[in-house]
Nanobody, 125 residues
Framework: QVQLVESGGGLVQAGGSLRLSCAFS????????MGWFRQAPGKEREFVAC???????AYADSVKGRFTISRDSAANTAYLQMTSLKPEDAAVYYC???????????????????WGQGTQVTVSL
């Protein structure tokens, strides 16, 4: 059974940076596509970024050019590097995993099998 544990959230000033980590365990990491999503209070969970097992990537328009998703197979970890943070980036960030034999990018919440518990990101003015 896959388990995901996010870390790296916190409080940062607008314009600052954070790196989120998602530790993967329980199965073979390279067989899984990974995604990052976020949910602000009163809003639906939304797509942020995703990465295939071949390291193809995709981003939401709102974060393109500011956020970078990556994965490290040796560490069984996915990352989300966030720069130039804005107050509207504040949310609980979740990582998600989907088993797939295909090098496909998945951007819908319904695509994913397993979710982490989330990590809070707060951006102050």
């Amino acid at each position: 059974q896959v388990q995901l544990v996010e870390s790296g959230g916190g409080l940062v000033q607008a314009g600052g940076s954070l790196r989120l980590s998602c530790a993967f365990s329980g199965r073979t990491f390279s067989n899984y596509a990974m995604g990052w999503f976020r949910q602000a209070p009163g809003k639906e969970r939304e797509f942020v970024a995703c990465i295939s097992w071949t390291t193809r990537t995709a981003y939401a328009d709102s974060v393109k050019g500011r956020f970078t998703i990556s994965r490290d197979s040796a560490a069984n970890t996915a990352y989300l590097q966030m720069t130039s943070l804005k107050p509207e980036d504040a949310a609980v960030y979740y990582c998600a995993a989907k088993w797939t034999p295909f090098a496909v990018l998945y951007s819908r919440t319904d695509d994913y099998d397993t979710w982490g518990q989330g990590t809070q990101v707060t951006v102050s003015l």
